[in-house]
């Protein structure tokens, strides 16, 4: 099977940085697009980038101009750079992805466990 793992999650102030990561691990022949959701508090699950097998990229109007997503298709992992950051932006952050299998193949998608960001205010 594949595996979404997340890591760079914590606590920041108003102001600061982080970079999530999110590798993909399995029995994979290719990833199509890869995407970072995420679900604040009590709220609903947002889209928040999305970036295509090829390195186009979409953001959400809410992260625009202060998130990066990009991804290393040597490594099957996708990142999420993330500056300014703001108290609203905290939230469970979550990686998904489209993936075709071998050995049977098939395609499916598939999500990371998440990772916490706390932005303190």
């Known amino acids: 099977q594949v595996q979404l793992v997340e890591s760079g999650g914590g606590l920041v102030q108003p102001g600061g940085s982080l970079r999530l990561s999110c590798a993909a691990s399995?029995?994979?022949?290719?990833?199509?697009?890869m995407v970072w959701y995420r679900q604040p508090p009590q709220k609903q699950r947002e889209l928040v980038a999305v970036?295509?097998?090829?390195?186009?990229?979409t953001y959400a109007d809410s992260v625009s101009g202060r998130f990066t997503i990009s991804r290393d298709n040597t490594k099957n992992t996708v990142y999420l750079q993330m500056h300014s950051l703001k108290p609203e932006d905290t939230a469970v952050y979550y990686c998904?992805?489209?993936?075709?299998?071998?050995?049977?193949?098939?395609?499916?998608?598939?999500w990371g466990q998440g990772t916490q960001v706390t932005v303190s205010s």
């Open positions: 399995g029995c994979i022949f290719s990833i199509n697009d």
């Open positions: 998904n992805a489209d993936v075709v299998r071998r050995m049977p193949w098939g395609q499916s998608r598939y």
């Open positions: 970036i295509t097998r090829s390195g186009t990229t």
